[in-house]
């Protein structure tokens, strides 16, 4: 077993047995008593609220039900899901109250040497992109609980900004964020194909109770990224552009990920 698995076996044995000592842990882990004492050193600076009761009936347990306290997180892990928490928020995350409130549950059960060092990197990074449409948030929540549970929708979409209205079946395979845009790759049972469907010119949607079953090869990514390059099999439909400028325009065009 590695550190990291020895120390969530002691949480774990705590929670299940409400107190033990040092010998005990040592004995149930197999490994030496001293180990156990780093260990739990380990855990009480990583946040773990454990106490140690002397005398006779003493031992190690915790101040609360560890079900009340999140997994044990690495500082470096830490950081990461602060830092992840804002690119998240900045794309519009449809879940973003949620995430708070796990972010929060993270800063509150650190001690207060992690709890700075978090503030410190949290502070570190900011991310910059177009403010999202919250008003998307409800549709998003509905799309991915219809992809997660594999249940068709009845989708009333816009196609283009002059287009009329209309009503389409569709299972939805994923959800795929795009410069600032979500798009929901789905089956349409009226183009029989897999089209992707601007979440922002869905006026209405809803879950039905019919069940699809996604092909288990697929994959929304690269679905959304071949439609996006040009069909090089069909050399005929292509035209041929001759851009020029300044070297280092020219190098940063080139450095585009499309080219």
Not at 33 to 60: E, M, Q, T
Request: proline fraction near 4%; charged fraction near 25%.
């Amino acid at each position: 077993m590695s550190k990291a698995d020895k120390m969530l076996a002691i949480l774990w044995l705590l929670k299940t047995k409400k107190q033990m000592t040092a010998k005990q842990l040592a004995n149930e882990l197999e490994i030496h008593i001293r180990s156990v004492y780093r260990y739990i050193d380990s855990l009480c600076a990583s946040g773990v609220p454990i106490i140690a009761d002397s005398g006779h009936n003493g031992g190690y347990r915790l101040l609360y039900d560890l079900t009340k306290a999140p997994l044990f997180f690495g500082m470096d892990e830490q950081k990461a899901l602060v830092h992840a928490s804002k690119f998240a928020e900045e794309a519009g995350y449809p879940f973003g109250d949620a995430l708070n409130r796990a972010v929060s549950k993270l800063k509150r059960y650190t001690n207060p040497n992690q709890s700075e060092e978090i503030d410190r990197h949290e502070k570190g990074i900011d991310v910059i992109s177009p403010k999202p449409d919250s008003s998307l948030n409800s549709f998003l929540q509905e799309l991915e609980i219809s992809v997660a549970d594999g249940k068709m929708l009845t989708i009333v979409y816009q196609k283009g900004y002059q287009a009329s209205l209309q009503e389409r079946r569709v299972d939805p395979y994923g959800l795929t964020y795009w410069k600032g845009k979500w798009y929901v790759i789905a089956y349409c049972h009226l183009r029989r194909n897999i089209r992707s469907f601007r979440v922002d010119r869905i006026q209405s949607l809803s879950i039905t109770d019919i069940i699809f079953k996604k092909p288990e090869s697929f994959s929304t990514r690269q679905f959304f990224l071949q439609n996006l390059l040009p069909d090089r099999e069909n050399q005929n439909q292509l035209l041929t552009v001759s851009i020029q400028g300044t070297p280092h325009a020219i190098n940063d065009l080139c450095n585009h990920w499309l080219f």
